[in-house]
C-alpha cells in the first residue's frame, strides 16, 4: 500500500523560512511527478509546484523566486523550502506522487501539513 506524508510545518513570522517534506513509502511502480498544492481557508486548493525525477521543477508565479522544490530519489523524498514567507501563503500544504503502475498514472496524497505566517 502506498503512504504519503507530508511534514514539516509549522508557524512562522513573515519573512522567515520553512521546510516542508513529502515521503512516499510502499511498493511503487514508476513516478512520473510530484506536485505541491496548498489550501488556504475559505478557498479552493491551489497548485504550487511539479517536480519531476530529474529534479526539474515548474512553480506558480507567486512562489516561484522564494520557494526551492528537490527530490531525493533513494529517499523517496521531495522537500519545499519556502523563504521569504507572506501571510498569504498560510495553508494546508498537499503533495502528491504521480505514479505510473500497469498502464495507468494514479495519484497518491497526504493528508496534508499547516503552514501559518503570521507576527
Known amino acids: 500500500q502506498v503512504q504519503v506524508v507530508e511534514s514539516g510545518g509549522g508557524l512562522v513570522q513573515p519573512g522567515g523560512s520553512l521546510r516542508l517534506s513529502c515521503a512516499v513509502s510502499?511498493?511503487?511502480?514508476?513516478?512520473?511527478?510530484i506536485r505541491w498544492y496548498r489550501q488556504a481557508p475559505g478557498k479552493e486548493r491551489e497548485w504550487v509546484a511539479t517536480?519531476?525525477?530529474?529534479?526539474?521543477?515548474n512553480y506558480e508565479d507567486s512562489v516561484k523566486a522564494r520557494f526551492i522544490a528537490s527530490i531525493d530519489n533513494a529517499k523517496r523524498r521531495l522537500y519545499l523550502q519556502m523563504h521569504s514567507l507572506k501571510p498569504e501563503d498560510t495553508a494546508v500544504y498537499f503533495c502528491d506522487w504521480a505514479i505510473y503502475i500497469d498502464g495507468t498514472t494514479y495519484d497518491y496524497w497526504g493528508q496534508g501539513t499547516q503552514v501559518t505566517v503570521s507576527s
Open positions: 517536480t519531476t525525477t530529474d529534479n526539474t521543477t
Open positions: 510502499g511498493s511503487i511502480g514508476k513516478i512520473m511527478a
